[in-house]
């Protein structure tokens, strides 16, 4: 059963980093095809996709933030950690780890999710 | 970007009746080598994440109801949930996976009467 599961800091100050890390099972995040995702929602609003990492190791970001955002991945320990910098009350928002599968038709649709972690920014 | 656009923004429906969903992208989401349409649903309640209800535009995923079904191809798609029950009153998304940087539609708050 595919399991995954945010952690980090609820309350972070403007200017300083975020980081979050996901830690899931049940899955390999080297199997062809998979990929990690971070997606994050204000309070509210509409999702808003961030990041993702294949099963290759190769890194995908949203153009509107890649210059904040940095993916690592520790396959030896079943994380992936989120980086993001310069943070702004703007960005507070529940930030959410989400698996992809792979298939032979690529990278597939967002499933399991996280049950999301809340971040807020605010001095 | 890929630009999802859903309508309506929110809708009430009868309790038993039909609701329908549309979402619009901005580019064909079929990829011609397989046929297949990289656009997914979801179904969001409050205070708990997104769940998948439906992908390759038209697949139910594992354990969703029968009443709950997707069509569609190419930029036009439809979500519909017949015989609606109280537990489907939730927002539902669209989502394509065609290319990144993957996007979502604005949502669509379904309440049910």
């Known amino acids: 059963q595919i399991a995954l599961k945010e952690s980090g800091p609820t309350l972070v100050r403007p200017t300083q980093s975020l980081t979050l890390t996901c830690t899931f099972s049940?899955?390999?995040?080297?199997?062809?095809?998979?990929?990690v995702n971070w997606i994050r929602q204000p309070p509210g609003k509409a999702l808003e996709w961030l990041a993702l990492?294949?099963?290759?190791?190769?890194?995908r970001y949203s153009p509107s933030l890649e210059s904040r955002l940095s993916l690592t991945r520790d396959t030896s320990k079943n994380q992936v950690v989120l980086t993001m910098t310069n943070m702004d009350p703007v960005d507070t928002a529940t930030y959410y780890c989400?698996?992809?599968?792979?298939?032979?038709?690529?990278?597939?649709?967002?499933?399991?999710w996280g049950q999301g972690i809340l971040v807020t920014i605010s001095s | 970007d890929i630009v999802m656009t859903q309508s309506p923004d929110s809708l009430n429906v009868s309790l038993g009746g039909r609701a329908t969903v549309n979402c619009k992208s901005s580019?064909?989401?079929?990829?011609?080598?397989?046929?297949?349409?990289?656009l997914a649903w979801y179904q969001q309640k409050p205070g708990q994440p997104p769940k998948v209800l439906i992908y390759?535009?038209?697949a139910r995923d594992s354990g969703v109801p029968d009443r709950f079904s997707g069509s569609g191809s190419g930029t036009d798609f439809t979500l519909t949930i017949s015989s609606l029950q109280a537990e489907d009153a939730a927002v539902y998304y669209c989502?394509?996976?065609?290319?990144?940087?993957?996007?979502f539609g604005q949502g669509t708050k379904l309440e049910i009467k």
């Open positions: 989400v698996y992809s599968p792979g298939s032979s038709s690529g990278t597939g649709w967002l499933g399991p």
């Open positions: 049940g899955f390999s995040p080297t199997t062809r095809g998979v990929a």
């Open positions: 990492v294949y099963w290759d190791d190769h890194k």
């Open positions: 580019r064909s989401l079929l990829n011609s080598s397989n046929n297949k349409n990289y």
């Open positions: 390759w535009a038209s």
């Open positions: 989502h394509q996976y065609y290319s990144t940087p993957y996007t």
